[in-house]
T-cell receptor, first 114, second 108 residues
Framework: NAGVTQTPKFQVLKTGQSMTLQCAQD?????MSWYRQDPGMGLRLIHY???????DQGEVPNGYNVSRSTTEDFPLRLLSAAPSQTSVYFC?????????????FGEGSWLTVV | LAKTTQPISMDSYEGQEVNITCSHN???????ITWYQQFPSQGPRFIIQ???TKVTNEVASLFIPADRKSSTLSLPRVSLSDTAVYYC?????????FGGGTRLMVKP
């Protein structure tokens, strides 16, 4: 089972460049989300989606855009990268039909902005 | 936003029982209480979840008092491999937040 797949795993960007972090899940989960984790810190929610065509802001949405055109994919776009966006990014998904909160995470994408 | 509060760090020794408590401000009546474990360079993974009283699985136990304002994750007889960061999940509607977590260091 692939689960939640993120690409790329590592990326170096120059300040001002844009890029998209890809996330795909094959579990037919309606709920998907993006988190960032700075060194030694906890995870902070960037954006989330409860289904195709629906996205919402999380705790730290500034500088990031998302879209949800299909159930499977939830890309995260950095519009103009800044050094403060150097972080590890985790994509996650959850079965909305699940009454609890069992979240499945991707392996992470390490982003460095220089 | 439903915010959770837990200790920043804890130390233990191999073979001891470890209890990590989380306070759940403004938890909704229908929300489950969920704990995650994270190793370095990995995404968090689900440990245990409960709604009330006590839940036990092969990894841990979860104690939830009647008022559900807090929860305690109990790890029996920890080993070095239990060194990790432990998070109690905060929920407000569809927003699922992790906070800073508790960094558990197990010593030999």
């Amino acid at each position: 089972n692939a689960g939640v797949t993120q690409t790329p795993k590592f990326q170096v960007l120059k300040t001002g460049q844009s890029m998209t972090l890809q996330c795909a899940q094959d579990m037919n989960h309606e709920y998907m989300s993006w988190y960032r984790q700075d060194p030694g810190m906890g995870l902070r929610l960037i954006h989330y989606s409860v289904g195709a065509g629906i996205t919402d802001q999380g705790e730290v949405p500034n500088g990031y855009n998302v879209s949800r055109s299909t159930t499977e994919d939830f890309p995260l776009r950095l519009l103009s990268a800044a050094p403060s966006q150097t972080s590890v990014y985790f994509c996650a998904s959850k079965n909305s039909g699940d009454s609890g909160n069992t979240i499945y995470f991707g392996e992470g994408s390490w982003l460095t902005v220089v | 936003l439903a915010k959770t509060t837990q200790p920043i760090s804890m130390d233990s020794y191999e073979g001891q029982e470890v209890n990590i408590t989380c306070s759940h401000n403004n938890i909704a009546t229908n929300d489950y209480i969920t704990w995650y474990q994270q190793f370095p360079s990995q995404g968090p993974r689900f440990i245990i979840q409960g709604y009330k009283t006590k839940v036990t699985n092969e990894v841990a136990s979860l104690f939830i008092p009647a008022d559900r304002k807090s929860s305690t994750l109990s790890l029996p007889r920890v080993s070095l491999s239990d060194t990790a960061v432990y998070y109690c999940l905060g929920t407000e509607g569809n927003m699922l937040t992790f906070g800073g977590g508790t960094r558990l260091m197990v010593k030999p």
